[in-house]
């Protein structure tokens, strides 16, 4: 039995979980309500203030949604209580970032300003010129939102340049040593 899968989810005070025949979960909170499908053979069960999910049988394919399956719902519920948020840094000569309305202006080093809206489930802030933080309470939306800004100019190992996650470490290299024959 998966150790992930079978250990049953607290659910906080303020929070609902509701799943219907289809096997569609839904969690509303006090941050927004979030609704996922989950596969046929998994099955999610709400006992008092605890959601359990099971598995049918022991085949190895029942055995890996197993664990994902009661991932997904244990992230929808921290989602929808605390949220989810991505720090970038942005590092490089010239290289800013500011925020007008509902949309980010960044100056990476390009011949034009690269501009990225933000969508209604992710909120972007700008407390500083070289910082982006991106928030929301869909963990793989904030995740994939900020790799697609980090993505309009990745950190380059010679000179440190681009966008990075504030935890991830740019792996530096040296540059040409010139040396003359």
Known sequence: MSRIG????????GVEVKVNDANVVTVK???????????????????GGFVNVTRSTDEPKQRSLHGL?????????DGVTKGYKKE?????????????????????GYS????????????????????????GIDKQAVGQFAADVRKRRPPEPYKGKGIKYANE??????GKTGAKK
Request: aromatic share 2%.
């Open 6 to 13: 079978r250990t049953p989810i607290a659910i906080p005070a």
């Open 29 to 47: 909170g006090p941050k927004g309500m979030l609704e996922t499908t989950l596969k046929p053979e998994i099955k999610v069960a709400v006992d």
């Open 69 to 77: 399956s009661r991932t997904l719902v244990a992230n929808m519920i």
């Open 88 to 108: 970038l840094d942005v590092s490089g000569v010239g290289y800013r970032v500011i925020k007008e309305g509902s949309k980010l202006i960044m100056n990476l």
């Open 112 to 135: 034009h300003q690269v501009i990225v809206e933000e969508t209604k489930d992710i909120k972007i802030d700008v407390p500083a010129p070289n910082k982006i933080i991106v928030s």
């Open 169 to 174: 470490v740019v792996r530096r290299k040296e």
